[in-house]
């Protein structure tokens, strides 16, 4: 197995951790410090040994920071995670905060008034720092950078990982890094950049391709990189990391140093540097002002190229998918033919990597299965432990969100599943998370328009009865890569236009706390429109579906739905006989052809 199941919170211990936090700030004459969920690479996904949050707090979301004062603790969360971080952090040490609503300047000029905060600047972006300290101006706050206080007090903080970095195929690149590389130093060239420095973990992997073992569930080394305008790169890694096999494939063209190098590089380079100052720490930006070298701002140089898939990358993708598809159903007809009484949340979970691992493709899980059922469905990000480990109930809903990562691709699906049957209200709500799910699914829009512009057309049949779901519809997906990437997403705040190749989830919900919860998700990746008649002549974008499993229908409601949207469900189900059907066994196939009949 690749997930466990061990309770990862402990509650029970943040009081006492906090307390020497706070002998660690007036040891350095400070009266708050701050403790983000990050790492130095900036990446969503952290290592055991830079879980800090989550030891300090008990609080395990991926999203989220505290800030310990001396007589209060904050912990930010968003609309995720407001019920989970009520159940793990001890309300008596920490009070739960309401991010992004309440702002960490507005907080701290409320609960401090004047003093000093430290912060670690390996582990905030300077962009984070500098809109801090833009909202504090004139405050009487001082941010102060210092060594990292949860480090001092954590006697028992895990090593940092040393995953081997391996090389990844052409086959599946589509690209060799040589060419990527290219034609990434002609932009940074063509802006008057000499070079940029490039910190997230994924970035690297994709220019580089290669991939990494240092973050659970994510293939993606713990390395920097700093790629010059002529097309040459300095990776900086531990040497325990690098073999024989991954010098050949780099080849001549990068030089690898040690970490303890990066410092002395970056000073000793010309400029203008770019940083992109959303991932890029504070420490570089620091080392690079020391050196007296000229930097400029812009986005990673490999984010949006890395977004906008290779079609060697699609055609992967879409083979992970279809492998994947028939695992899911094959634990779909074990569930519906399952004794549901003493089943729980765990049997499930491994039941669904069991039949991943079947394939004998699997490398990992994505991320680890979230399988919340009745009022566990209703915390979005939901990960069973033993402790939590619920036996499933009549009528209940069951949210089974899981992944798979696969040489060729990676995959993302959830499905809302039932114990009996369902009651009115619920299969009301499933409805309109389905009919917003497909609203982007038949989606046509015209190029440049972003994730911002789209939306709403998720959320729609919800908000036409009042409800709504506090999350993106959407998140970016890489290719062997993270669960999670971006530029790109589904989101009221994003604003980057989608283009062609980039994959996204569509996956609506809906959640009712303490009774259920609702999500649907399909992955889609952005193509152009087909054209039709009598359309002008803009360009015109749409989405092609790479998740091809059964959609629950008797949670449907028949009398909400359009006929267009009846119609897309026949269509979609009968694409799942004819694309899934021959890789089953014959019991199986069985169950899909009587699943996916017409409603």
Not at 269 to 284: A, E, N, Q, Y
Not at 402 to 425: C, M, N, P, W
Request: hydrophobic residues 40%; glycine residues 10%.
């Amino acid at each position: 197995m690749f997930q466990t199941f061990e309770t990862a919170s402990e509650t029970d211990k943040g009081a006492a951790r906090l307390a020497a936090l706070r002998e660690a700030m007036t040891a350095e004459g400070l009266d708050g410090f701050m403790i983000p969920r990050a790492d130095p690479h900036q990446g969503e996904y952290v290592a055991d040994h830079d879980a800090r949050l989550a030891w300090l707090t008990g609080f395990t979301g991926s999203a989220g920071f505290a800030i310990a004062l001396k007589d209060v603790a904050g912990v930010f969360v968003d609309g995720r995670y407001r019920v989970q971080v009520k159940e793990q952090v001890d309300l008596s040490a920490y009070t739960p905060v309401n991010w992004p609503e309440v702002k960490p300047g507005d907080w701290l000029k409320d609960k401090l008034g004047r003093g000093r905060v430290g912060f670690d600047p390996w582990l905030h972006a300077v962009s984070e720092v500098e809109a801090l300290r833009t909202a504090l101006d004139g405050t009487g706050i001082e941010l102060v950078a210092c060594d990292n206080l949860v480090d001092r007090v954590w006697d028992d903080q895990p090593a940092p990982p040393m995953g081997e970095i391996s090389p990844y195929p052409i086959e599946f690149a589509g690209e060799a890094h040589g060419e990527k590389r290219a034609r990434l130093a002609a932009k940074l060239s063509d802006a008057g950049h000499r070079a940029a420095v490039i910190t997230l973990p994924d970035s690297i992997a994709w220019l580089l391709n290669i991939r990494g073992a240092d973050i659970p569930r994510n293939p993606v080394p713990h390395c920097f990189a700093v790629l010059h305008d002529d097309a040459s790169v300095d990776l900086l890694a531990a040497p325990g990391k690098i073999g024989a096999a991954l010098r050949d494939h780099l080849g001549t063209g990068v030089r690898l140093h040690g970490v303890e190098e990066f410092g002395p590089l970056l000073r000793r380079l010309s400029g203008p540097v770019r940083i992109d100052t959303g991932s890029c720490p504070v420490w570089v930006q620091a080392e690079l002002a020391e050196g007296g070298v000229e930097t400029a701002t812009g986005s990673d140089p490999c984010i949006l190229p890395k977004a906008c898939k290779s079609e060697a990358e699609i055609a992967g993708t879409r083979e992970a998918h279809l492998r994947d598809a028939a695992a899911m159903c094959r634990l779909l007809a074990w569930y519906e033919a399952a004794e549901k009484a003493g089943m729980r949340e765990i049997d499930i979970v491994t039941a669904l990597e069991g039949f991943r691992a079947e394939t004998n493709s699997l490398l990992d899980i994505s991320f680890d299965t979230i399988c919340g059922s009745g009022p566990n469905g209703a915390l979005p990000h939901y990960r069973v432990s033993e402790a939590s480990n619920r036996a499933v109930q009549e009528g209940d809903l069951i949210v089974l969100d899981s992944g798979g990562q696969y040489f060729d691709g990676t995959t993302d699906i959830t499905r809302t599943l039932v114990v009996g049957d369902a009651g009115a209200e619920e299969k009301a709500c499933y409805t309109r998370v389905l009919q917003g799910m497909i609203a982007i699914s038949r989606l046509r829009f015209p190029k440049g328009l972003a994730g911002m512009h789209l939306d709403a057309f998720a959320r729609r049949p919800l908000w036409e009865a009042g409800l709504d779901y506090d999350h993106g519809t959407g998140h970016g997906v890489g290719t062997y890569l993270c669960v999670h990437e971006g530029p790109q997403r589904l989101s009221r705040i994003s604003g980057v236009p989608l283009q062609e190749g980039m994959i996204l989830s569509n996956e609506p919900g809906y959640y009712r706390e303490g009774a259920f919860g609702i999500r649907i998700e399909n992955l889609i990746v952005v193509q152009p429109a087909a054209e039709l008649a009598g359309a002008d002549d803009r360009e015109m974008l749409e989405f092609e579906t790479l998740t091809w499993v059964p959609i629950e229908t008797r949670l449907i409601e028949p009398a909400l739905l359009t006929e267009a949207e009846r119609s897309w469900i026949n269509d979609y189900h009968a694409q799942v006989r004819n694309k899934v059907a021959p890789r089953l066994d014959e019991a199986t196939a069985m169950w899909l052809h009587r699943v996916t009949e017409p409603i």
